[in-house]
Each structure stands twice: as structure tokens, then as C-alpha cells.
Nanobody
Framework: QVQLVESGGGSVQAGGSLRLSCAASEYTYSGSCMGWFRQAPGKKRVRVARIYVNSGNTYYADSVQGRFTISQDNAKNTLYLQMNNLKREDTAMYYC?????????????????WGKGTLVTISS
């Protein structure tokens, strides 16, 4: 069964770091792209970072640029999100997602496989 499983969430103080992981099936890695999204309480889900599986090209939301790094380990079929200098506003449920077929990755709706999420809580 194709699935994505996130891990690595937790509670840290502002200024700290966390690394999220997303274990994916080999099938998932034959698609176009993968990404990290987050949803804070009472807010809409937003894209945090995106990586194109073949080229390795990455894109980041302005709010995390320079602090977060998305990467992939193809040998381990794992996607990562290194988060540094965390802020209280980074508190959210973080989701890993993938587009498992060839095509656009510009819209959130382009992603056709989602994990269940991992919670990140930043305290002051």
C-alpha cells in the first residue's frame, strides 16, 4: 500500500531546531515532486517547501526561507525538513505530500498522496 509516514515532530523552544522525516514508498518517489505543508489551529493549510524529485530543485515559502531546508534521500526513500531558528508562528501540524504521477506541482491540489501529519509546537 502506497503511503507517507511523517515523524520527528515535538515541542521545542523558540530558536531551536527540529528535523522532520517522511518515509515514502518507492512508487511515490517515481512521481514529480514532494512537499511539506503545515496547518496551524484555525488557519488554512499552506505549503512550506517543495522539491522536484528528479532535479532536486527546491522552493520555499517566504516565511521559512533561510530557516528551513527540504531534502531527499533517494536511497532511503525519505523526505526531510530541517527546521532551524524556530519561531512560535511555526507551531502547526506538518504534513508530507507527494504527486505520484508526472505533472504540475504548483497547486496544493496537484498533490495526490498525503501523510497523516506530525505536530510541531514551539514555545517562547
Amino acid at each position: 500500500q502506497v503511503q507517507l509516514v511523517e515523524s520527528g515532530g515535538g515541542s521545542v523552544q523558540a530558536g531551536g531546531s527540529l528535523r522532520l522525516s517522511c518515509a515514502a514508498s518507492e512508487y511515490t518517489y517515481s512521481g514529480s515532486c514532494m512537499g511539506w505543508f503545515r496547518q496551524a489551529p484555525g488557519k488554512k493549510r499552506v505549503r512550506v517547501a517543495r522539491i522536484y524529485v528528479n532535479s532536486g530543485n527546491t522552493y520555499y515559502a517566504d516565511s521559512v526561507q533561510g530557516r528551513f531546508t527540504i531534502s531527499q534521500d533517494n536511497a532511503k526513500n525519505t523526505l526531510y525538513l530541517q527546521m532551524n531558528n524556530l519561531k512560535r508562528e511555526d507551531t502547526a501540524m506538518y504534513y508530507c505530500a507527494a504527486r505520484t504521477t508526472r505533472g504540475s506541482c504548483l497547486q496544493d491540489s496537484d498533490m495526490d498522496l498525503w501523510g497523516k501529519g506530525t505536530l510541531v509546537t514551539i514555545s517562547s
